[in-house]
């Protein structure tokens, strides 16, 4: 059971390339996540798909684009990356449909630096 | 002021020492608390979550919540090298996957063999 798996896990760009972090959960959660981690700043949500076909901006979108593609994948794409974007990214997912815990479950984290 | 703080550590111990792990937050509506654990170089996972206040016990984690004082707490007893890692709090006033969780920056745990 692999879970939630990201692709890829390093990546280095330089300013104004663009490049899509994929992400697929073979759970059957409807949710799925992208946050960004950065230290001293903790995990910030960037964007969200709580269930497919639809998607929302988190706390720090600007920059970023997603595409929930079916209910397993949910990529995220920079198209003009900036050294501000230099950070790990991590997929999530979570099969909350309703009220209760949002227990999510993450990838392993694509590391991303941008010269 | 941030909602979440938890102190960013490194906090250095003897294996068999207990840890006392904290966060405090701002948000009164929160309701949904979760430690999430984060070895080197790897993805959180979820160690335990609580609903409201109380104590949560799940082998040697402990859980507590304070909302009176905004402030929740993870013990680990009998502590291990193993143990040895990020630990994050995270929080949510409501559930469901519309809710957003709010993380801490994570405090890193070092036990000593």
């Known amino acids: 059971n692999a879970g939630v798996t990201q692709t890829p896990k390093f990546q280095v760009l330089k300013t104004g390339q663009s490049m899509t972090l994929q992400c697929a959960q073979d759970?059957?959660?409807?949710?799925m996540y992208w946050y960004r981690q950065d230290p001293g700043m903790g995990l910030r949500l960037i964007y969200y798909?709580?269930?497919?076909?639809?998607?929302d901006k988190g706390e720090v979108p600007n920059g970023y684009n997603v595409s929930r593609l079916n209910k397993r994948e949910f990529s995220l794409r920079l198209e003009s990356a900036a050294p501000s974007q230099t950070s790990v990214y991590f997929c999530?997912?979570?099969?909350?449909?309703?009220?209760?815990?949002?227990?999510?479950?993450f990838g392993a984290g694509s590391r991303l630096t941008v010269l | 002021q941030k909602e979440v703080e938890q102190d960013p550590g490194p906090l250095s111990v003897p294996e068999g020492a207990i840890v006392s792990l904290n966060c405090t937050y701002s948000?009164?509506?929160?309701?949904?608390f979760m430690w999430y654990r984060q070895y080197s170089r790897k993805g959180p996972e979820l160690l335990m979550y609580?609903?409201?206040?109380g104590n949560k016990e799940d082998g040697r984690f402990t859980a507590q919540v304070d909302k009176s004082s905004k402030y929740i707490s993870l013990f680990i007893r009998d502590s291990q090298p193993s143990d040895s890692a990020t630990y994050l709090c995270?929080?949510?006033?409501?559930?469901?996957?519309?809710?957003?969780?709010?993380f801490g920056t994570g405090t890193l745990l070092a036990v000593q063999p």
């Open positions: 999530a997912s979570s099969r909350a449909a309703g009220s209760g815990a949002n227990v999510l479950t």
């Open positions: 759970m059957n959660h409807n949710s």
């Open positions: 798909s709580a269930s497919e076909g639809t998607t």
């Open positions: 948000n009164s509506a929160f309701q949904y």
């Open positions: 609580t609903y409201s206040s």
């Open positions: 995270a929080m949510s006033d409501v559930g469901g996957a519309t809710n957003k969780l709010i």
